[in-house]
């Protein structure tokens, strides 16, 4: 016994982990059954059904939504990553206040956003009652709505890689550009946002890896009108209970998500970041 | 000033719901301060249901999972074991529902075997699966800082490597294990997704019952409920934070 | 008797290179010895495979003639004080002491803990942390913990490499009395020739994994085996193939007869208070020093001068001499 301090974690992790993922990767190859159950044939069909135009379009949004997701994560975020990086002493603070309602229910913060759009929300009601419109703007149950749940929920992800980033940075970079006659906006664009570049990548991929395998959002801000591959993928295993199917689409997110997941964490910008 | 307006989003949207779960008003017009939505609440049967199970699966969940993943780090640290830290950060990258659909088709599969069908054993199972490596974490980065002489030193006594572990290295990384403890716990309370593919009729949890609330959409006792359980989670993560800092 | 510690024919090898090299040492009970060589040398992994904390890829260790290769630190009659001490930060420095105790199930704790805190003089603070303690006091913690399970070998890490001079020197004749006044074998590991030489009974030179030469300090010094220990022990000057030390080494202005010699030009004469060293260039380009009576202070820079020695103080040895 080599190591017997592991062995709890690698049968916990056996059982309930890589056992679970290698059925789903079986059951992506096989078939419906009657009664909704998994039989055979084996199958590409599952696979040849997700390139099939409605279910495309289900991935395509995901990927648009969560690709927006992160551009304005990445936008909005990075002058406050500049920001915090400069406040010196005061960047813990600022950090803490950054994270802090990401420590808070997750189901809850989406929550707060159906309370702020729907039609009888904070948002519709303020505005009525100041006379700007006459009846309720569709805020809620949309794309829209999905985007802004998801930045909300995902900035600290993109502020805190960023962050550290461009903590890291030398200040002498920035002196020698000031020396060299670049004004600040010259020096933000061509030296701090280049040398930063690792960090601001590392962010932007995880933002948009948990946006793109994303379920809660899209189910509670989208209604049943924006349909990610994560709301596919519930309704495959329980509603239309068709498990190789939703089987597939699980495979297709994971090895998406995996991929570059692994591709950061071997890349340049991986292990600097480690 | 930039930096104000993101803070304002980040935490507005939380301070408003907060506040309006004071609104004595059941629609969104302020009408005055008022508790009735914290008092019915309390008296909502599902609530304090779903509470009471919320609360047994994460003593349950995080208490095996902590004693799992402090093992994990710990042998990890002593001698690195590739396919396990792989798996565990697999664990974290996989989306919620994947991990959710998998297990249901495991549990499926598995009760053809054993004659069970879900409920709360499930769930913590399910818990207790993507806790570890949470634990791992935490106290795998307390061990980073751990000085290897200590145990080399416990043995040259006398010890042998259970009892250099538990003698020697085990009350240096409590503070971060109660901290870990205390991270798996709000990661099982707060969970949706997995919780509600493995869960069952007959165990709802907190979450459950709040979101199908949401889902209903118009009675600020979600409100209530939300402030609370975010004032709870604020607590718990503070404590969490100052235990590894010690 | 056997001896309390014998290594036969040691090797240990680790991944692409071989640290120890054939070590084979014999020490007898009660002495103070001594492994000294430069980082790298393969000290300190002997010293790990001695405790147990290290496999010997060959070759083995006899603790009072019993083979003990196949066991573990905690198997063995063997205590070892750290390089940082190693102390528990959690226990206070008498719970430190009473640790291995403990664990052995010795009787009397209490007593033979404070006694072992008297011997070093801490009995006052036995109840600070580490953490409170300074790097002597943490040190004599250690040597009290290790010390108060009465092994039949104490080994010491560069236990006074982390001490100011000025401490380390007072720690030095610490150490020195408690090893005769609890008659326990010690074997210290330093890179220090000073210490290794003003401490031990017998010492051991290593370089790369292997020992060039064992014995009393005075036979080590005197009459090195190789140029290594005689250039690492002291300082030496080479005259081609001979090596004659600074103390053995003279300076005058006309060329002496009858004894070997060199011309050499002065480069600078340094006063050290309690002598002169003359460091010199001779005409090969090389340098050498002399070491003179405070009242030889005459000798100025760039003087023409004869440096000479007697034939019985030079070193010679086999092979080359080091760079």
């Known amino acids: 016994m080599r190591n017997p301090a592991l062995l709890p974690a690698r049968i916990w992790m056996g059982m309930f982990f890589a056992a679970p993922l290698a059925i789903i990767c079986c059951y992506g190859f096989l078939t419906r059954g009657d009664y909704g159950g998994v039989e055979r044939p084996w199958t590409f069909e599952n696979f040849a059904r997700l390139i099939d135009p409605l279910y495309a379009a289900v991935v395509w949004r995901s990927i648009w939504i969560a690709g927006a997701a992160t551009a304005f994560c990445v936008i909005l975020g990075f002058p406050l990553a500049l920001f915090i990086a400069r406040a010196g002493k005061h960047a813990g603070l600022y950090l803490q206040l950054v994270l802090l309602p990401f420590w808070t229910s997750f189901l809850i913060r989406t929550y707060a956003w159906i309370f702020l759009l729907r039609d009888t929300g904070l948002v519709n009601s303020a505005l009525e009652s100041l006379g700007v419109i006459r009846s309720p703007l569709p805020l809620l149950y949309n794309d829209g709505a999905v985007l802004i749940g998801l930045v909300y929920n995902f900035l600290p992800f993109f502020v805190l890689p960023a962050y550290a980033t461009i903590e890291r940075l030398d200040p002498a970079l920035l002196e020698a550009a000031a020396d060299l006659g670049a004004r600040p906006l010259s020096t933000l664009f061509r030296v701090t946002i280049p040398v930063s570049a690792p960090g601001i990548v590392a962010g932007a991929v995880l933002v948009f890896v948990p946006c793109f395998g994303a379920y809660l959002t899209p189910d509670l801000l989208g209604g049943g009108k924006s349909v990610m591959i994560g709301n596919l993928i519930q309704n495959q295993f329980t509603t239309a209970r068709d498990w190789p199917f939703g089987s597939a689409a699980s495979m297709l997110l994971m090895f998406a998500s995996a991929l570059l997941l692994a591709w950061l964490m071997r890349s340049r910008i991986g292990r600097e970041l480690m | 000033m930039y930096a104000a307006l993101v803070l304002v989003f980040l935490h507005g949207p939380l301070l408003v719901l907060i506040a309006f779960s004071f609104n004595a008003n059941r629609f969104t017009l302020w009408q005055g301060f008022s508790l009735r939505w914290y008092g ?176 209903r959409g118009i009675s600020p006792v979600v409100n209530a409920v939300s402030a609370v359980v975010v004032v709870a989670f604020g607590i718990v993560i503070l404590i969490s934070q100052r235990l590894q800092q010690r | 008797m056997p001896a309390v510690l014998e290594l036969r024919d040691l090797v240990k090898d680790f991944t692409g290179q071989r640290a120890v090299d054939h070590v084979s040492l014999s020490l007898e009970t009660g002495g103070f010895y001594s492994l000294l060589g430069p980082s790298g040398c393969g000290k300190t992994t002997t010293l790990r495979m001695i405790g147990g904390f290290e496999t010997p890829t060959s070759g ?122 609890t008659g326990i074998t010690f074997l210290f590991v330093t890179h220090d020739q000073e210490e290794a030489l003003s401490l031990s009974d017998k010492l051991a030179v290593m370089n790369t994994g292997r020992i060039e030469q064992f014995g009393a300090p005075e036979d080590v010094y005197l009459r090195p085996r190789t140029a290594f220990v005689a250039g690492f022990l002291g300082a030496i000057n080479w005259f081609g193939k001979a090596g004659v030390r600074p103390e053995s080494t003279r300076v005058c202005r006309e060329e002496p007869s009858g004894v070997p010699c060199r011309r050499a030009a002065v480069e600078s004469s340094l006063f050290l208070g309690s002598c002169v060293h003359i460091n010199a260039v001779l005409e090969d380009g090389g340098r050498a020093t002399a070491e003179m009576a405070r009242e030889q202070n005459h000798f100025r820079e760039g003087e023409a001068v004869w440096l000479y020695w007697e034939h019985c103080d030079e070193l010679r040895f086999d092979e080359h001499r080091p760079q």
């Not at chain 2, 989306?95 to 998998?102: A, K, M, Q, R, Y």
């Not at chain 2, 495991?106 to 054993?114: D, G």
């Not at chain 3, 403990?102 to 109840?127: P, Q, T």
């Open chain 2, 40 to 215: 019915a609440a309390m008296r909502d049967a599902q609530l304090s249901e779903g509470l009471l199970n919320s609360v047994i699966i994460a003593l349950i969940a995080s208490a095996v999972s902590t004693v799992i993943g402090t093992l994990a780090a710990y042998g990890i640290w002593k001698r690195p074991a590739p396919l396990l830290s792989g798996a565990m950060y697999l664990s974290l990258a996989t989306p919620e529902i994947v991990t959710g659909v998998s297990l249901l088709a495991f549990y499926q599969f598995a009760f053809r075997l054993i004659h069970l069908h879900l409920g709360m054993t499930s769930v913590i199972i399910a818990h207790v699966a993507f806790s570890i490596a949470y634990v791992a974490i935490v106290v795998s980065a307390r061990l980073r800082n751990y000085d290897r002489s200590l145990e080399e030193a416990a043995m040259d006594l006398g010890a042998t490597e259970w009892r250099a572990f538990f003698r020697v290295t085990l009350p240096s990384l409590a503070p971060a294990i109660a901290a870990a403890g205390l991270l798996a716990m709000v990661v099982s309370f707060d969970d949706y997704v997995i919780t509600s593919l493995v869960a069952g009729v007959d165990s709802q949890t907190l979450p459950m019952v709040i979101y199908a609330m949401a889902r």
């Open chain 3, 60 to 181: 083995e260790v006899l603790l009072d003639g019993a083979n003990v290769n196949a066991l573990k630190p905690y198997e063995r009659d063997v205590s070892t004080v750290f390089q940082n001490y190693a102390l528990f930060p959690h226990l206070t420095a008498f719970e430190n002491v009473c640790f291995g105790l403990r664990e052995k199930g010795v009787g009397d704790r209490e007593n033979r803990a404070m006694r072992a805190l008297d011997m070093v003089e801490l009995a006052s603070k036995r109840d600070r942390r580490p953490a409170q303690l300074s790097g002597g006091e943490k040190q004599r913690v250690a040597l009290a913990r290790s010390l108060v399970l009465e092994p039949k070998l104490l080994l010491l890490d560069e236990p006074l490499a982390a001490l100011d001079p000025k401490l380390r020197k007072q720690m030095r004749a610490e150490l020195k009395a408690m090893q005769r006044k």
